[in-house]
């Protein structure tokens, strides 16, 4: 080969590097997470070991969770990220309450979370209605939780008297009877670990939604979802519904699809891995769960996905 042809050669190889690139650019990704503390960032640790079998090299980030993973895809410091249902829904509606409008599409949803109204069992206290003017606590200080229940009470009509708190302190005024209660997310379809202890110390029991209290909540926070919980949430516990906020990972809308295709493929296909990190993954159908718990749009390569699976995916989730 001459000296010309040499050169030749090594510019045309040089430029078809150099557009092949981005077809492999997606195949090493970060997620923002949350506190390496918290068990969603060891679920993402899990994530990433599902998704080597599907080509992709995954960092696991740790961040300030939701509202810091919409602002760094915001601004391209990750490529996936960890946002609830309700704050995705809100930061693409422009509420007041998210810093910045951000438009997101939902990748999949691990775990659903309902938000349970806990009363003590003698405190007289038997429908949702009647905490009007009752000292009670909204959820953790600060927390989505507290947020979520504030507008979620507003729209039943119902103004209790907020208490404010960390778990520990409210937990501690509920056994000493200066708090009614509180609301506090579930694990799936059972109660978490706080809840459980006051029970062992003070009888509870759960409150939920009327007819007309869910019709409410339809109507005006469209950013949860009513869940129906089985009995046994605790020891006790007959059937309710209440309102529910989901795990979701999101992407930008400029996503590949093919990516996010071979991505829906590994989580949906896989029960083990994701289980073993975070137990309340096997109690879901996560394709199921995907569709019934997203407030936002379902990427392409996602509903590529579902749709060759038989699922259904209904017009207000796609793009």
């Not at 507003?154 to 208490?163: D, I």
């Amino acid at each position: 080969m001459n000296t010309f042809a040499g050169l030749k050669h090594g510019l045309v190889l040089g430029l078809g590097l150099a557009f092949a690139a981005p077809a492999f650019a997606q195949d090493r990704l970060a997620v923002g997470t949350t506190s390496s503390s918290s068990s969603q960032y060891g679920y993402y640790v899990a994530v990433a070991q599902v998704l080597k079998s599907a080509g992709i090299d995954l960092q696991v980030v740790e961040t300030g969770a939701s509202l810091d993973n919409l602002r760094r895809l915001d601004h391209g410091q990750v490529d996936m990220g960890l946002v609830t249902t309700n704050i995705a829904k809100l930061a693409a509606e422009g509420h007041e309450s998210i810093p910045q409008q951000s438009e997101t599409q939902t990748l999949w949803i691990y775990a659903q979370l309902p938000q349970n109204v806990i009363v003590r069992a003698d405190a007289g206290i038997n429908s949702i209605a009647e905490l009007e003017g009752v000292q009670y606590n909204p959820g953790i200080r600060g927390s989505a939780t507290e947020s979520t229940a504030e507008r979620v009470f507003a729209a039943m009509g119902v103004q209790p008297e907020f208490v404010r708190g960390s778990t520990g302190d409210t937990v501690d005024a509920i056994k000493d009877n200066r708090v009614a209660g509180y609301v506090k997310s579930g694990v799936g379809y059972k109660v978490d670990g706080s809840t459980l202890d006051l029970a062992s110390f003070v009888p509870v029991k759960i409150l939920g939604l009327t007819d007309e209290q869910k019709q409410a909540i339809s109507e005006k926070v469209s950013d949860v979802t009513l869940m129906d919980v089985s009995a046994g949430a605790i020891e006790g516990a007959e059937p309710y519904t209440t309102w529910s906020i989901g795990f979701a990972t999101v992407v930008k809308p400029d996503f590949d699809e093919e990516t996010a295709y071979r991505i829906a493929k590994a989580i949906f296909e896989d029960r083990e891995i994701q289980r073993g990190a975070f137990a309340v993954t096997g109690e879901f159908d996560l394709a199921q769960l995907t569709i019934d718990v997203a407030t936002t749009p379902l990427h392409p390569g996602t509903i590529r996905y579902l749709e060759e699976k038989g699922y259904e995916v209904p017009d207000h989730l796609r793009p």
